[in-house]
């Protein structure tokens, strides 16, 4: 194995990595652009081989517990997320850097900056900072593969949970990556005091202590850490400070090497001072690239000297917001590229669209019918395919904010006075974070309808074994939505009357009801008969 | 030796597999390779693209500079267009004519074509008759990288190995057609050369 290259994705090398350094079980929920991670290893036939756990969770937060688990019973565990999966997550995220790890557990966050399949762009090493954690930021997909090899000894020699941060453009390239020879798995082992993951305050403040007195070692490895290089050029006045991938679209425009500046990379957190200091005892100009905030930019305007200048996202020599390329980079260094040709006024965006035949659509039309009567405004919806109802023609939704928002702002809404309330939401979304919203809404019975658009998938991030499978209504009923108003229809034209009336029935009904609006994903279907023809 | 290609088209019309054989086909030539994909929302019928990078060094970017790429190859014409801010002025623009209209404000067939004969290394190629020729339209793509093969430094038969591998997996007739699809490309692309 050892000294094999493969042609991985950035995704791809961190699951290969965590193989390789001895996983035993992957835990996560999907999400652009992490979702790789976890199908990479469900497809590798060395996880099988070795019966790595390799299922995809309910949501990010029963990941990171189920991964707390496997570490707490001594094995090597990851986690995987995109970043506003860790908001979900971010309880047992938090409090597992207080109780501390037994097996190693890598916590692999994708951020995506420029938001191109996201709500926000939000910066994960803000999380690492706040619970106080080692944090991985590679620069490339070799990097990738060795941080998430060696992370999970480095979380198991810390005793802490390690970050490994990733950014869209790293997670979706492919390279090609030399792998390591295979660290073997650990075997069940508890911990030595079966009290370690007991958080009840006066054992917490223990853990925290430790927590605490761990910081020195975190920043002394950081401090040594090769991934983290100091190059001081003589009579250099520039610096460059470079994080995780920015420090490649740097290289690109230097040429491959420091170009007379005094140069940075940084890979690993806590930021490493010394090596900073040195770079601000040097420099004139320092210029921060990051990928995402400023988070290391805001820490240094408050050290250095006043005749140091620190140029990056704060004083707008980058753009506050979205990711960084190589123009924005070579603009700022003073080596502009020539400059290409004007996209022609013709070019017109080309959103993404529902698939030809896809259910949601029929879904739609029907509730567009069924609401005519009640005015517009009242439809919230979730994150999903079903989301694409937000663009005309169909134009029906009033929300999407996060994964299970959409029945809870319609119980706060009904609550408000406006009813009916509607809510909008995906088979997988409903299993993910709608569940406890609908309990909510039976607990007051809320005066809202719930259109479950179940397309057995999670359908927008590849069409994904979802959760619930089968079983969203036996679930709404076990939530306590009377079985008389928990209806089931088959989202089709030839249906559309039908189903019209149905939803004009439940919209009248005062209190809560659910419809299972479910036919198959097409895009899965078709992929299922291609499998099928082939196996033949 | 340093290739920069943007490739370019629709959701579903099957970019990756163009940069994949590419991708096959330059690792057996020991050649560095860097390919950014686009995966998620904008593969459901919406614009994907990806950056692909050759050279005989290493690779620092995974994203190629605006201003210097050596190729657009697109599977669509609109496509093509959209990303000609990246192309270096000597550069070509190689794409398919076959437009593929999802979008109400979709720019007349007229304006595209003067558009991209504006440029002044341009191959147009009717992909999507040839593939048909060659056995089924969903070669286009595989036409488009013959029509691409004979600017790429890398030798035809490794392209040629890497489509049979490629596509092995779904039968001795698929490998035939889209092998032939890229011979038909290819033929276009040195007549027009
Ligand atoms: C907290 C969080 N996790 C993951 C995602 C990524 N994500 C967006 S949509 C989606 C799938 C939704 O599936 P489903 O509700 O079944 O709708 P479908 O796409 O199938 O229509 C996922 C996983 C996200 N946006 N937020």
């Known amino acids: ?536 | 030796m340093k290739k920069d290609i943007i490739l370019s088209g629709v959701g579903g019309q099957g970019i990756l597999s163009i940069a994949a054989v590419i991708g096959l086909a330059a690792v057996k030539e020991d050649l560095f390779i860097k390919q950014s994909e686009v995966h998620g929302m904008s593969q459901q019928g919406g614009e994907v693209y990806s950056h692909l990078r050759l050279s005989s060094n290493p690779i620092w970017s995974d994203l190629i500079p605006e201003g210097i790429a050596d190729m657009i190859l697109a599977v669509e014409p609109l496509e093509a267009l959209r990303y000609v801010n990246y192309l270096n002025p000597e550069g070509w623009l190689i794409t398919s004519t076959e437009p593929l209209i999802n979008i109400p404000d979709y720019p007349g067939p007229l304006s595209i074509t003067s558009a991209i004969t504006g440029i002044q290394n341009h191959i147009l190629v009717d992909a999507v008759k040839t593939a048909r020729d060659a056995g089924t339209t969903k070669a286009a793509n595989m036409v488009m990288l013959g029509a691409a093969s004979p600017f790429l430094d890398i030798r035809e038969d490794s392209l040629i190995n890497a489509i049979q591998k490629r596509f092995t997996g779904k039968g001795e007739a698929i490998v035939e057609i889209n092998t032939e699809a890229f011979r038909a490309g290819r033929n276009i692309a040195i007549q027009k050369k």
């Open chain 1, 1 to 536: 194995m050892a000294d094999e290259k493969i042609f991985l994705l950035g995704d791809e090398a961190v699951a290969q990595g965590a193989l390789d350094g001895g996983m035993s079980g992957c835990y996560a929920y999907p999400g652009t652009p992490s979702t790789e991670i976890m199908e990479y290893v469900q497809a590798s036939k060395e996880a099988a081989d070795r019966n790595v756990q390799r299922e995809w969770s309910a949501n990010e937060k029963t990941a990171m517990e189920a991964a707390l688990g496997m570490s707490y019973a001594g094995k090597r565990a990851m986690v995987c997320m995109k970043h506003v999966g860790l908001n979900v997550a971010a309880d047992p995220f938090m409090n597992a850097a207080i109780t501390g790890v037994n097996g190693g557990l890598l916590v692999v966050v994708a951020d995506d900056p420029s938001m191109h399949s996201s709500q926000n762009e939000q910066d994960s090493r803000f999380y690492g900072k706040f619970a106080r954690i080692p944090v991985l930021e590679p620069s490339g997909q070799q990097e990738a593969y060795d941080m998430a090899r060696n992370g999970l000894a480095m979380s198991e020699k810390f005793g802490v949970p390690v970050m490994l941060r990733l950014v869209t453009r790293l997670a979706h390239s492919r390279t090609a990556v030399k792998r390591s020879s295979v660290v073997k798995e650990n075997g069940l082992q508890l911990p030595s005091d079966l009290h370690q993951f007991i958080l009840l305050p006066s054992m917490a403040r223990k853990r925290n202590k430790l927590l605490l007195s761990g910081q020195a070692a975190f920043a002394e490895a950081a401090e040594k850490s090769p991934d983290n290089k100091l190059v001081i050029s003589p009579g250099a006045d520039r610096g460059i400070i470079a994080c995780g991938l920015a420090y490649n679209y740097v290289m690109e425009v230097l040429g491959g090497n420091a170009g007379g500046n005094n140069l940075l990379k940084i890979s690993q957190y806590p930021a490493p001072v010394e090596k900073i200091r040195k770079i601000l005892d040097h420099s004139e100009t320092v210029y921060l690239f990051e990928e995402g905030y400023p988070m290391l930019e805001e820490q240094l305007r408050g050290l250095p000297p006043e005749h140091i200048h620190i140029r990056g996202r704060m004083d707008g020599t980058l753009p506050a917001d979205g990711e960084l390329n190589p123009n924005l980079v070579a603009q700022v260094l003073g080596k502009p590229y020539p400059k290409g040709m004007t996209i022609p006024s013709i070019v017109t965006g080309r959103p993404p669209s529902f698939c030809p035949g896809c259910s949601h659509i029929d879904v739609y039309k029907a509730l567009k019918v069924a609401l005519a009567g009640y005015g517009h405004g009242r439809v919230f919806s979730d994150i999903g395919c079903y989301t694409l109802g937000a663009l005309p023609p169909y134009d029906t939704i009033n929300s999407c904010v996060d994964m299970g928002a959409s029945i809870t702002m319609a119980v706060g809404a009904a609550d408000a006075g406006l009813i009916p309330a509607v809510a909008v939401i995906g088979d997988s979304t409903f299993t993910h974070s709608g569940m406890t919203g609908l309990l909510d809404a039976v607990d007051k019975n809320s005066n809202i309808l719930v259109i479950i658009s179940d397309n057995s998938a999670t359908a927008m991030t590849g069409g994904q074994k979802p959760a619930g499978l089968d079983k969203i209504e036996q679930i709404c009923i076990g939530l306590g939505v009377k079985p008389g108003h928990v209806r089931t229809l088959i989202p089709l034209r030839k249906n559309h009357e039908d189903n019209v009336k149905v939803m004009e029935e439940e919209l009248s009904h005062e209190g809560v009801s659910v419809i299972v609006a479910r036919r198959e994903c097409v895009r899965v279907t078709a992929k299922r008969k291609r499998l099928e023809k082939q196996s033949k």
